[in-house]
């Protein structure tokens, strides 16, 4: 993709912002709080659509509903989301139940039931209550409205404490597009699909089979480069949806504003991704680890997701300790190519390591560095020309308290 900023961030942009959505939110009982639980997503028309889903065996129901629904036709007009309860793990009930949400939702909205997709997130292995589901769902239509954005944030969230979302506006032969994103995650997130949810609106028009390949191809470097503990969840997915009501010719890859789409697209993966790990649960630090000449790409990443998936590192942000060792040590058991000889490493500007060698640092600087909120861990390896980046958090106190008591 272009070095170049070819796109403009619209910094009241919700899911709603691109041509032909709406969306929103309630309560129907699946949370102890008032906090809302049932979601969704409608769009005008049927869109093209493209998902990438979580690599755990173990994949929840309502997930394989909404490939089966894209496999049908390449079209979603509707995604409906629950918190509170992932229904995952749950047999051939879980599996009827996320059908049965798909053709009550259907039936609501006014939509062919093979135009609708259905995820979930929360506890794994409960029965979802479907009195408490179908109720709700019968009121959403009420609810989906064009400034429905926030509400519909709410609704997606568990142990998050922020809402995640984003919007830019690209020009596309000679029309102006927007393309938006909102996500939900705080625990369980690895790479690989990590309990992450994200959805992803757009009005340009596009066949699913490119709105595939663009999704595929960013998720590499933005959903599927963060960590905030190291489990990769059941329900784990993201779903885009295109309405092509911007109007204008359908993009593809030979198209001259190809990669500015593009380019506005990985933006707005990666300022999800970031958002997921910085919420990450009880963090309070993101951390941005970057590797640069690695013999390939792909060991780049793998070297990456193992610095900023060492809970020794993460222990190290927390506390504020510039301890490099732990870095050069989840380097070496990433098993990717190293010389051993040739490693830098930088917290922030600060090198702390040269050619393998200890460099002196003034450590009340490092200190001070370290209790900021964002640190960037810099890694050169002096072998070739990969490159990655990737994001993870601290490890503290809280993590351990919350997850505790989760079903609590």
Known sequence: ?????????????????????????????????????????????????AG???????????LRVTQESIAHSGKL????????NANACTGQQGEDDARAMRAASAKALGVEEHHVGVTSTGVIGELLPMGKVLSGIEQLPAKLKLDGGEDFCQS????????????????????????????KGSGMIHPNMATM????????????????LLLS??????????TVDGDTSTNDMVVVMASGLAGGESLHPGHPDWEAFAAGFQYVGEYLAKAIARDGEGATKLIETTVIGAESDDAARKIVKSIIGSSLVKSAVYGADANWGRIIAAVGYSGQPVNVNTVDIRLGDIAVLEQSRPVKF?????????????????????????????????????YVRINAAYRT
Not at 156 to 181: F, N, P, S, Y
Not at 369 to 388: C, P, R, S, W
Request: proline share 3%; net charge negative; charged share 20%.
């Open 156 to 183: 997606i969230l568990t142990t998050d404490l922020v809402q995640k979302m984003t919007c830019v506006r690209v020009v596309v032969g000679g029309k102006e597009v927007h393309i938006a994103g909102a996500a």
């Open 362 to 398: 003034d450590e009340e600087a490092a200190l001070a560095y370290l209790k900021t909120d964002t640190i960037q861990i810099h890694v050169n390896l002096h072998m070739g020309e990969g490159k990655a980046t990737g994001w993870g958090c601290d490890l503290t106190y809280d």
């Open 217 to 226: 191809r960013i998720t590499d470097n933005t959903f599927n480069m963060i």
């Open 77 to 84: 007009q509707a995604m409906i989301v629950n918190s509170g």
């Open 1 to 49: 993709m272009s070095d170049q900023v070819s796109f403009t961030v619209v910094p009241e942009g919700t899911v709603t912002t691109p041509k032909g959505f709406r969306a929103g939110g309630l309560h129907c009982g699946l949370k102890k709080t008032e906090r809302y639980d049932l979601g969704a997503i409608l769009c005008d028309v049927p869109a093209s659509a």
């Open 197 to 212: 949810l994200g959805f992803m609106t757009t009005d340009v028009a596009i066949e699913s089979e490119y709105l595939q």
């Open 52 to 62: 990438v889903y979580t690599l755990n065996a173990f994949q929840a129901a309502p």
